[in-house]
């Protein structure tokens, strides 16, 4: 009796880490599919300019908890997806009044806030050119 109990609590933990491990990031079931996706990502984002002052940066529960990021440009609400698949983590750091700039054509970001200018590149782990 008491070893059953254990073989399942043994069960439930390996399941546990297993998922925890899939919805992390750190095991991809379809690396392929996620490779393109992420390679189409970058093209998406290399074409998108941004220019602004950020009025929100969330994870929309509306649509499938996509990071996204409103901002201010020339008096006029915009909305960006492009950092939901990037990787370096660029989102998180983003903060309500901080002025972002992105030229098109680029993958470099320049992120102003309190005066001091700091450039970061997005990376979407993709290896194709």
């Known amino acids: 009796m008491m070893k059953r109990k254990l073989e399942i609590l043994i069960g439930v933990l ?3 880490v297993f998922v925890t491990l899939i919805f992390t990031g ?3 079931l379809h690396s392929g599919d996620w ?3 992420r390679c189409e990502a970058k093209e998406t984002a290399i074409e998108e300019e941004i220019s602004g002052i950020i009025i929100k940066s969330f994870r929309d ?8 990021v409103e901002f201010e ?3 006029k609400l915009k909305k960006s997806l492009i950092f939901d698949l990037e990787v370096s983590g660029i989102h998180s750091e983003l903060a309500v ?3 972002i700039f992105k030229p ?3 993958l470099n970001l320049f992120l102003i806030r309190d005066g001091i200018s700091r ?3 997005l990376d979407f782990d993709c290896d194709q050119p």
């Not at 529960?61 to 996204?68: G, Q, S």
């Open 14 to 16: 390996i399941f546990l």
């Open 35 to 37: 490779q393109k996706i």
């Open 73 to 75: 440009s020339r008096g």
């Open 97 to 99: 009044g901080d002025s």
């Open 61 to 68: 529960k509306e649509n499938h908890i996509i990071k996204t």
């Open 119 to 121: 450039e970061l590149m």
């Open 104 to 106: 098109k054509g680029q």
């Open 26 to 28: 750190k095991i991809d």
